[in-house]
């Protein structure tokens, strides 16, 4: 093998590994920057891509990886990523250390000013949220901050996705972990809560005797107004009865007067009225003389016209 084979052989080789390095191949949700000679020439999307090498290269960038480290990277992950940060101290409006850990949700839009317009991007975005969340919870009481996770969501978020946009990155969301404030705020927190059930079980109870007394009140007025109508009713039913039987009684005795008057008439010279006294004298002596060992005589003071009377009712008899 002369001189000449071996330099083409080497020729052949060196292009053959120029040609295998110049081909890129991208995976899907991923892109790459590349650069010519320093300075930007295009972004490579999935697929198979040629850049030439030497002339051409592409652009590393840091990457955050799920262990936390940061690395070197060339391929730029276009889905959406989360970061924890670890728990920091936050101080709040009325002066309380409390902890806070936040997940951060935020997506690469345009991998161009992710590269050319900062530098570490997870880093900046880390410091930012931090720096972004004590200036919004340090404007907050503690009492708010602990009820109001969603207003520190949607701030944090604006506030975030704002400053973010000239990196070409969209902040998603942020969701609040925890919030932990210290061990004497959680144990006059959880007194307070304690006093706020038995204030609350208090009311309740007095909220229900209070009912049970208005039902048992109302149900003795019931009770009183419908013995009342009970008795009003029996009394009118009374009345009306008794009201009747005069009225059947004054009838009977109109009847019977009327046919006495009629027997009489017949009988001239017998006097009605003397009839009638006569029968009412007979009634009375037989109440006054129908109580039991009653040896007492009563002698009306008009015995005479009694008997006159009794015998005018023997003689109609006789005749009759």
Do not use: C, H
Request: hydrophobic share 40%; no cysteine; glycine share 4%.
């Amino acid at each position: 093998m002369n001189a000449g084979t071996i330099v083409l052989l080497i020729l052949v080789v060196l292009v053959v590994i120029y040609v295998l390095r110049g081909f890129k191949i991208v995976s899907q949700s991923e892109t790459m920057i590349v650069e010519r000679l320093g300075k930007y020439q295009r972004t490579i999307t999935a697929g198979i891509n040629i850049i030439l090498p030497i002339v051409e290269r592409a652009k590393d960038t840091v990457t955050r990886m799920p262990n936390g480290s940061l690395r070197m990277n060339s391929r730029i992950d276009l889905r959406e990523q989360v970061y924890d940060f670890d728990k920091q101290s936050v101080i709040t409006k009325d002066n309380v250390m409390t902890e806070i850990n936040a997940l951060l949700y935020f997506q690469i839009v345009d991998p161009m000013k992710s590269v050319y317009e900062i530098q570490n991007l997870p880093l900046a975005i880390e410091k930012l949220t931090q720096t972004t969340l004590r200036n919004v919870v340090g404007e907050m009481e503690l009492d708010e901050t602990l009820t109001s996770r969603d207003t520190i969501n949607s701030k944090l978020r604006n506030v975030l996705d704002e400053a973010t946009n000239k990196w070409g990155v969209k902040v998603n969301r942020v969701e609040l972990q925890d919030i932990t404030p210290p061990e004497s705020i959680r144990f006059a927190m959880e007194k307070q809560m304690q006093a706020e059930r038995d204030k609350r079980a208090e009311i309740l109870k007095s909220e229900g005797e209070k009912q049970s007394a208005i039902l048992k009140s109302e149900g003795e007025k019931s009770a009183e107004i419908n013995a009342a109508e009970a008795e009003k009713q029996a009394k009118i039913l009374k009345a009306q009865g008794n009201a009747e039987a005069q009225i059947l009684q004054a009838e009977a005795e109109a009847k019977a007067i009327r046919q006495i008057s009629e027997a009489v008439a017949a009988q001239k010279g017998t006097n009605p009225v003397n009839y009638l006294l006569a029968i009412k004298y007979i009634d009375g002596l037989k109440e006054m003389v129908s109580g039991k060992d009653n040896k007492t005589i009563y002698l009306p003071y008009e015995a005479t016209g009694v008997l006159s009377s009794l015998g005018g009712i023997k003689e109609m008899f006789k005749t009759q």
